[in-house]
């Protein structure tokens, strides 16, 4: 049973960068063929997919977001982490971190996911950004 715990600082202000790092147990982050995701919900809108880092350290973003995403790991520490540069109150939301079962061929991603199309998810952490 994997399991997800986000962490990081829950105000940050306009034009600063957000970081957040997901510690994951019960597994490691380097099992084939797990998708590992920044997942994150506005206020009053639904899910918005950021990114992943997979298994074996390959990096995709939204291409939305792709300027100002980052996604890397320490497997030392068995952790990922999300830095999102240049932050606007458009950033505020709920951030998770979600984990996917991919195959040998790949994962399909949706960027608006449902909750079940992963398998595993952290509980989530309230980022403002506000002056």
């Known amino acids: 049973q994997v399991q997800l715990q986000e962490s990081g600082p829950g105000l940050v202000k306009p034009s600063q960068t957000l970081s957040l790092t997901c510690t994951v147990s019960?597994?490691?982050?380097?099992?084939?063929?797990?998708?590992w995701s920044w997942v994150r919900q506005p206020p009053g809108k639904g899910l918005e997919w950021i990114g992943y880092?997979?298994?074996?350290?390959?990096?995709r973003y939204k291409s939305s977001l792709q300027s100002r995403a980052i996604i890397s790991r320490d497997t030392s520490k068995n952790q990922f982490t999300l830095q999102l540069r240049s932050v606007t109150p458009e950033d505020t939301a709920v951030y998770y971190c979600?984990?996917?079962?991919?195959?040998?061929?790949?994962?399909?991603?949706?960027?608006?996911?449902?909750?079940?199309?992963?398998?595993?998810w952290g509980q989530g952490t309230q980022v403002t950004v506000s002056s």
């Open positions: 880092i997979s298994f074996s350290g390959v990096t």
């Open positions: 019960g597994d490691s982050i380097t099992t084939p063929y797990y998708y």
């Open positions: 979600a984990q996917k079962q991919g195959a040998p061929g790949g994962v399909i991603i949706t960027t608006t996911p449902p909750r079940d199309e992963y398998d595993s």
